[in-house]
């Protein structure tokens, strides 16, 4: 059970809908995640696209890992939580020249540059800031995730990364960028990945590009290696925290490296997907002839993943349930059908007023919360303000 007796009343007594983070989880998952990368001598970024609510940062930022952003303000948000530029990468394939500018005047870590036509821009604006801009080349290395279409990032046909095709040209431009030194090479093939073979085909993957750009002597100092490690959201009291030991025993076997090369990864999801659940009020519930409806005050404007990705999310009654479950279609107020939690979900007989929790709402929740309709700012609560 997420709550104690007397969180329970706490809880019975806030307005809902609104996002519940358990710190402790948090702060216990990266630990984990720190002491398995740690012992690899890996470096991890988080990136923040996943999360961004201040506490959640401010507690990651003290475990001292780097950040991931994908945008200029998401860049600005990691220094200003505290995070230190030189441990900040900053990917994303529509970086605006006011973007780069303030990634420039931090002085980060990396750009993870994704266009030969970005790196001429980088190059340009980094020569007119008079500095020298770090970048790895972000690689689509064409690994299918196998993992829904709308979050698979590494295949030919999308849009992250230059694809192989064109390196023999993208090494030919950063050769001539006087600005613009080229320290690595990116990957990101996609998110919620559970299938561990995935990164095992993209280490032998990465292996071949490093060979590839060492034969042409470049030396590569950085491999990042990206994110995408999955979470289990069918049972996240089981496996509140993902098998990191797994996951980064992968790249410590697969991956060639000397030691003069460091290994860098990006993990969002898998971080901070279990700490957080989103609370929500049943408004009214409706029984058509063969159906029955849940309609909560949570919607798609609170939690938009199943809307976006039909994903699953585990939901459960919070507090006293009665033993007879009945398979309900769990919706949302918003004026739109794809507002829809999930359909046919077993639980417990449930009436006006009874709380839910909608599990492993941690990564990609609160972040992609909009007012459509209106609707109320994000509400929010911690473990220990409870
Ligand atoms: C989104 C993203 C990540 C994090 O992905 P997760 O699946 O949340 O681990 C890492 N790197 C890049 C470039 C991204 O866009």
Not at 46 to 55: M, P, Q, S, T, V
Not at 191 to 198: A, L, P
Request: with cysteine; proline share 3%.
């Amino acid at each position: 059970m997420l709550f104690t007796k007397s969180q329970q009343e706490k809880i019975g007594t806030l307005e809902t809908p609104f996002y519940y983070y358990d710190l402790a989880l948090l702060d216990d998952t990266l630990k984990q995640a720190k002491a398995a990368a740690d012992k690899r001598d890996f470096h991890v970024h988080y990136a923040l696209k996943a999360n961004f609510n201040d506490r959640v940062l401010e507690t990651i930022q003290r475990r001292g890992l780097g950040a991931d952003c994908v945008s200029g303000n998401e860049v600005q948000k990691a220094i200003d939580s505290g995070f230190s530029a030189d441990k900040i990468t900053f990917a994303g394939v529509g970086k605006s020249d006011k973007e780069i500018r303030t990634a420039l005047a931090h002085g980060i870590f990396a750009f993870n540059v994704e266009s030969i036509q970005e790196m001429e821009v980088i190059d340009a604006l980094a020569a007119e800031a008079g500095v020298i801009a770090n970048v790895s080349l972000r690689i689509n290395p064409n690994v299918d995730a196998h993992t829904h279409h709308y979050i698979t990032t590494g295949l030919d046909e999308n849009k992250f990364g230059v694809p192989t095709s064109e390196l023999e040209k993208a090494a030919a431009v950063i050769r001539q960028a006087a600005h613009v030194e080229l320290m690595g090479l990116h990957f990101h093939v996609g998110s919620q990945i559970t299938d561990m073979n995935v990164f095992k085909s993209l280490c032998v993957k990465v292996n071949e590009w490093k060979n590839w750009f060492e034969e042409r002597g470049t030396t590569i100092r950085v491999l990042n290696v990206g994110g995408g490690l999955g979470v289990d959201y069918q049972h996240p009291d089981e496996n509140p925290i993902p098998d990191f030991e797994a996951y980064f025993d992968i790249f410590d076997k697969f991956l060639e490296r000397t030691s003069q090369q460091e290994v860098h990864f990006e993990l969002g999801r898998a971080l901070v997907a279990q700490c957080g659940s989103l609370l929500s009020k049943v408004l009214y519930t409706k029984s058509g002839i063969k159906k029955h409806f849940l309609v909560l005050d949570a919607g798609m404007t609170e939690l938009m993943r199943p809307a976006l990705y039909q994903a699953y999310h585990k939901m459960e009654r919070v507090g006293d349930t009665s033993e007879t479950l009945l398979n309900y279609d769990v919706v949302g107020p918003i004026c739109e059908s794809s507002d829809c939690f999930g359909k046919e979900v077993p639980l417990p007989v449930s009436k006006r007023g009874d709380l839910l929790a909608i599990r492993t709402a941690g990564a990609y929740g609160e972040v992609m919360a909009s007012r459509y309709n209106l609707r109320d700012e994000i509400r929010y609560v911690y473990n220990d303000t409870l």
